[in-house]
């Protein structure tokens, strides 16, 4: 089965991206490279499916967050706010649905709207544009 992008998409929450004809963890190996070529160092990985199915004993779809983090506009950003750390690393979420894995990334730009700090606008378009450019390369 060949893979593809479906779709990217921007809301008011995230960005989104959905795998078709791609594995999980093929897909999961992706993002990390993908993030990786935007400077995104993945500092945490939560397995979902697996801590609910130890702790709870409830089954979940394969659902993994990755918790993203880029050095550089975090120093900028923690620079302006040291309240920031509140939203970081940027979470970005991996699950299955029926249409293939999708690939969800909070929007940095909540960071502004959080701290009412504009002067954070200019770190979080550029976290923006680097998660969208890591999302949009899954489909090479």
């Given at each position: 089965m060949r893979?593809?992008?479906?779709?990217?998409?921007?809301?008011?929450?995230?960005?989104t991206a959905t795998l078709?004809?791609?594995?999980?963890?093929?897909?999961?190996?992706?993002v990390r490279t993908a993030l990786a070529g935007q400077g995104f160092g993945v500092l945490t990985e939560i397995d979902l499916t697996a801590t609910l199915r130890t702790k709870l004993g409830v089954e979940l779809e394969?659902?993994?967050?990755?918790?993203?983090?880029?050095?550089?506009?975090?120093?900028?950003?923690l620079e302006v706010d040291r309240r920031i750390g509140l939203l970081l690393p940027c979470n970005v979420v991996?699950?299955?649905?029926?249409e293939g894995v999708l690939v969800e990334a909070m929007d940095p730009q909540l960071m502004?709207?959080?701290t009412g700090r504009p002067e954070?606008?200019?770190?979080?378009?550029?976290?923006?544009?680097?998660?969208?450019?890591?999302?949009?390369s899954l489909a090479d």
């Open positions: 893979e593809r992008l479906d779709d990217m998409a921007h809301d008011a929450h995230g960005i078709t004809g791609t594995p999980f963890a093929e897909a999961a190996e992706k394969e659902y993994l967050v990755l918790g993203a983090c880029n050095p550089a506009i975090a120093h900028r950003a991996l699950r299955a649905v029926p502004v709207q959080f954070l606008a200019a770190a979080a378009d550029e976290a923006a544009a680097r998660l969208r450019a890591a999302l949009a």
